[in-house]
């Protein structure tokens, strides 16, 4: 029987990537395919103006996620929109991390900040902050 999860994302300290104003970030959680690439299973809304964002929780069943693997380590990417509603290939990206099931609800219990890579430079291109995770 797979469970119903109940998780709640904040970014901390997002590197700005708006010329004007601060960016305007939303998050897309993505699992591991057989292929070797990745698909995308959930997008959050946006939130504008802020590098702090605390994006509505994530409701989901964990089959579809990870087919009951909490070790599977799934990608969280999070972008700069543009303007234009939902994402596209001129929305920047912030940041992206590789953490499991598992983890994040470690870094839920001990409120502990994870970090997000640029891919280019050692320093954190911003934090995820695990709000909650729930199984229901």
């Known amino acids: 029987m797979s469970s119903t999860i109940s998780l709640g994302l904040s ?16 998050v897309v959680i993505s699992r591991p395919n057989m292929g070797g690439g990745f698909t995308g299973i959930l997008t959050s809304e946006t939130k504008q103006n802020t590098l702090n964002p605390d994006w ?40 992206t991390a590789f953490y499991s099931l598992k983890q ?22 911003g934090q995820l902050l695990v709000r909650s995770y729930r199984e229901l």
């Open 56 to 95: 509505d929780d994530f409701l989901f069943k964990e089959a579809e996620w990870n087919g009951n693997d909490k070790e599977l380590n799934l990608k969280i990417e999070v972008f700069d929109d543009d303007g234009k509603k939902g994402p596209d290939g001129k929305d920047d990206l912030i940041g």
């Open 104 to 125: 994040l609800e470690a870094a839920a219990l001990l409120k502990s900040l994870l970090p997000l890579s640029d891919g280019k430079k050692e320093k954190p291109s």
């Open 11 to 26: 970014g901390r300290d997002l590197k700005d990537k708006d010329f004007f104003g601060k960016s305007d970030p939303y």
